[in-house]
């Protein structure tokens, strides 16, 4: 490793994320500043990892891996709720799903997942996400 670029020593590696759970890997990510981050060489960087036992992540391939891993747990709840729905009221039910793939809000997907068992019609369920929520 070049002797003025050094993570293992240099002040510049302040941050280090939590293991993160992504998919069936756990991740242990050091986060560099940014001016830190270009001078780093390929090299460099396979050293580091070799050194540490760890994958150096950039911040865009970190920023990458998060909306990869909301998009799936979006399309997971979608995947739940078209079930739900059609076990719940049949084709009925399944009409409200091009509302409900408008929704980006994972926590009301959610909600609607979860409120599918409970709610007595479609017209019924519609209110979940119609009803302006308290934050």
Not at 6 to 29: D, I, K, W, Y
Not at 76 to 83: K, N, S, T
Request: positive net charge; charged residues 25%.
């Amino acid at each position: 490793m070049s002797a003025d670029v050094n993570p293992s020593t240099s002040r510049c590696a302040t941050e280090v994320s939590a293991v993160r759970q992504l998919g069936h890997r756990q991740v242990l990510a050091i986060v560099l500043p940014v001016p830190f981050a270009r001078k780093l060489k390929r090299q460099d960087i396979h050293d580091f990892e070799q050194e540490k036992g760890m994958s150096y992540i950039t911040t865009a391939e970190r920023v990458g891996l998060e909306k990869g891993s909301a998009k799936g747990r979006e399309e997971g709840l979608l995947a739940g709720i078209e079930v739900a729905l059609r076990i719940k009221f049949g084709q009925t039910g399944l009409a409200l799903l091009s509302e409900i793939r408008q929704i980006d809000d994972v926590g009301l997907l959610r909600t609607v997942l979860d409120s599918v068992p409970h709610a007595n019609s479609p017209t019924a369920l519609r209110q979940v996400w119609r009803t302006p929520r308290s934050m």
